[in-house]
């Protein structure tokens, strides 16, 4: 199957009236949630604080549910933070979740033992992409407190607390 490119959907859409965009615009909030979380965030600041923490609690539950033990499972938890990257209006929101990923699975290995190389890999690689964001958009202010808290709440394991303390240093403590 051949996607149409970006060029031909303009060219479509600009052959039809306002009502007709109106209505498919519509229908596509209807259909899809992606597209209700995009214009939820996009058009009223205390609805998207309620999109970036149901995005959020889906991480939180991956790590510790209400009952049983977490799973952990990071393909679940980084889904969230990709979902949320799609329908986020504001750099500091993707920043926070990300940073909540990196917290919550470091308080899974200080609470349940330590994880594997492929666990820790993936929590500082969301760091430095989140430690990223922060130095690109200037807001160091924000979050530093927060990014300095990780560091120092980190465990040992497979050079964790060292990779997060460098990479905190490379971007923050410049």
């Known amino acids: 199957m051949k996607h149409i490119r970006l060029s031909e959907l303009k060219e479509y859409f600009a052959t039809r009236n306002e ?5 498919e615009v519509v229908e596509l909030f209807k259909r899809f949630d992606v597209v209700k979380d995009y214009y939820t965030s996009k058009l009223s600041v205390t609805d998207s604080k309620l999109v970036l923490d149901r995005y959020k609690s889906i991480i939180t539950k991956e790590f510790f549910p209400e009952r ?3 799973k ?15 329908v986020a209006v504001s750099n500091s929101g993707t920043i926070d979740i990300m940073l909540h990923y990196v917290e919550n699975g470091s308080q899974f290995t ?9 666990f820790y890999n993936s929590m500082e690689g969301m760091y430095e992409d989140a430690l990223k964001l ?3 958009n200037k807001l160091a202010a924000e979050f530093e407190i927060r990014c300095r808290e990780i560091v120092r709440n ?7 607390k060292d990779q997060l303390e460098y ?3 490379e971007y923050i403590n410049r």
Do not use: H, P, Q, T
Request: hydrophobic share 40%.
């Open 19 to 23: 009502s007709y965009l109106i209505n």
């Open 68 to 70: 049983g033990f977490g």
């Open 72 to 86: 952990a499972r990071l393909s679940i938890a980084r889904k969230a933070v990709n979902d949320y990257k799609k």
């Open 110 to 118: 200080n609470e349940y033992g330590d994880m594997d190389e492929a």
């Open 134 to 136: 922060i130095v690109k």
């Open 154 to 160: 980190a465990i040992e394991g497979w050079g964790f």
């Open 167 to 169: 990479l905190y240093d």
